[in-house]
Nanobody, 119 residues
Framework: QVQLQESGGGLVQAGGSLRLSCAASGLSFTNYNMGWFRQAPGKEREFVASITYSGGKTDYADSVKGRFIISRDNAKNTVFLQMTSLKPEDTAVYYC????????????WGQGTQVTVSS
């Protein structure tokens, strides 16, 4: 059974930092590209960042470029999202997702972790 467990969310002031983690189990981690998504109240879920299976390529939403960094530790089956210079508009539930190498869409999702940025 595949499980993605996010952690590291919380309440932070604007300008602060948080590091999210996503521990994966039940899958061969190095066969999966990983991503982070977020959903703010009343809004649709949106892409935040992604990283390839080897960590060799990353991609970011324009809204977080230069502030967020995605990384992974394949030895620990974990993907991270380092968030800096946080803004109130970053407030959302953040989800970790996994996509098998040959599949275009993400098909495993975590339950999410809340990030709240106060002004």
């Amino acid at each position: 059974q595949v499980q993605l467990q996010e952690s590291g969310g919380g309440l932070v002031q604007a300008g602060g930092s948080l590091r999210l983690s996503c521990a994966a189990s039940g899958l061969s981690f190095t066969n999966y590209n990983m991503g982070w998504f977020r959903q703010a109240p009343g809004k649709e879920r949106e892409f935040v960042a992604s990283i390839t299976y080897s960590g060799g390529k990353t991609d970011y939403a324009d809204s977080v470029k230069g502030r967020f960094i995605i990384s992974r530790d394949n030895a620990k089956n974990t993907v991270f999202l380092q968030m800096t210079s946080l803004k109130p508009e970053d407030t959302a539930v953040y989800y970790c997702a996994a996509r098998f190498l040959t599949i275009a869409s993400y098909h495993y999702w975590g339950q999410g972790t809340q990030v709240t940025v106060s002004s």
